[in-house]
């Protein structure tokens, strides 16, 4: 009996399965923003693999040409199965180069050849140097770790001179005294402890709030502590923090628009459908980074389309939003009979001469 109970359950799952899939239900879940820094070790149709991530680049913003070996950055959105929908593909010709990382922190002491940031110390005799490097300054480097252990800067720029310090008037706030960020390669992920960019980062008690995915870019807030790196906090790199973490940029909503809330089966071309709208259209206004992706239970900009006004739904209360309400709409059926069918079931009373044409 159990047996067949077990049975019966398995089915009942199984054909749920299937049926989604029928469907098309393209709602899926994501962890957010990612980057990723390195040279392309296969490419496909709408594929690319970089660092041994696989990214679907279909829905892209490719903006070089792309072929094997080259070094890129990739922004998307990762998903829980570790695979990346990029937004945009870019070839690296600033910012961190594949085996580097970038420091953000205080300067404690600097020479002319050595600069010491947070604790760890670089060698920037060979460095581009922008702006006046001095005791108490915020400063941006990128460097490498060499095997032998010492870190060789590239390039360095204090606070003042980046793009973020132009962009903001207010510095972060998030920062601890005594910490510093860096930004670099998850390579590893060990028990307490994770590897970006060759250097081992106790991650004991920290706050990891994004997956940990090897191969990604992340951000670390840290600090040297008895010569060990220990960090406070984990996330993911994120070009633009504005970007919101399901998939849906910050975008404002267009004048004359509702929003709706993601239900479990909906797909993007479903929702166009019942809101007289396109695809294309439903994409640029939300800014999604994926067309073919949307998630259950995220927000998005939709027309508040004539379709879901009183004049084709007595029963809809379209209190501007969609509805499931509109099952004379909804269902599909194919109004041969709206001239004397007022939508369905609706007016039952006045469509009770005309065979039940809303039953089928």
Not at 15 to 28: D, K, N, P, Y
Not at 267 to 287: F, K, M, P, Q, Y
Request: aromatic content about 4%; charged content about 20%; hydrophobic content about 40%.
């Amino acid at each position: 009996m159990v047996t067949h109970q077990r049975y019966w359950l398995l089915a009942i799952v199984a054909s749920f399965i299937m049926l989604l899939l029928a469907q098309g239900v393209m709602a899926q879940t994501t962890t957010g923003e990612v980057e990723v820094v390195g040279a392309i070790e296969a490419l496909g149709t709408n594929t690319l693999t970089v660092n041994g991530l696989l990214v679907d680049i279909s829905s892209a913003e490719i903006n070089t040409a792309l072929q094997l070996d080259l070094t890129v950055k990739v922004e998307g959105v990762l998903a829980s199965d570790g695979t990346i929908t990029a937004r945009q593909v870019n070839a690296v010709d600033q910012g961190i180069l594949p085996d580097e990382a970038e420091f953000v922190g205080v300067v404690d002491r600097f020479d002319g050849n050595t600069l010491v940031v947070g604790g760890i110390a670089f060698d920037v005799s060979g460095a581009e140097i922008s702006g006046d490097i001095a005791v108490g300054a915020t400063v941006k480097v990128h460097a490498r770790l060499l095997e032998d252990g010492t870190w060789t800067a590239r390039e360095v720029e204090t606070e003042d001179n980046t793009p973020e310090a132009e962009a903001t008037a207010e510095p972060e706030q998030n920062d601890q005294a005594g910490e510093f960020e860096i930004t670099g390669t998850l390579e590893s992920v060990g028990d307490g402890f994770i590897v970006v960019s060759g250097q081992t980062i106790s991650i004991a008690g920290a706050e990891i709030k994004d997956m940990l995915v090897p191969g990604a870019l992340v951000k670390i807030h840290l600090s040297l502590i008895d010569g060990q790196l220990v960090a406070r906090e984990v996330e993911n790199a994120r070009e633009n923090d504005d970007h919101q973490d399901d998939g849906v940029f910050d975008c404002s909503l267009p004048s004359g628009w509702t929003t709706y809330t993601v239900q479990g089966d909906d797909i993007l071309s479903g929702i166009a459908a019942r809101t007289d709208s396109s695809v294309e259209e439903l994409a640029a206004a939300n800014c999604l980074a994926n067309p073919g992706m949307i998630v259950t239970g995220s927000t998005v900009f939709v027309p508040e389309a004539p379709s879901f006004d009183s004049s084709h739904d007595s029963g809809d209360d379209h209190g501007g939003s969609i509805s499931d309400d509109n099952s004379g709409h909804d269902s599909g059926d194919d109004h041969g009979n709206d001239s004397n069918d007022d939508h369905g079931d609706d007016n039952s009373g006045s469509n009770s001469g005309h065979g039940g044409g809303g039953d089928d």
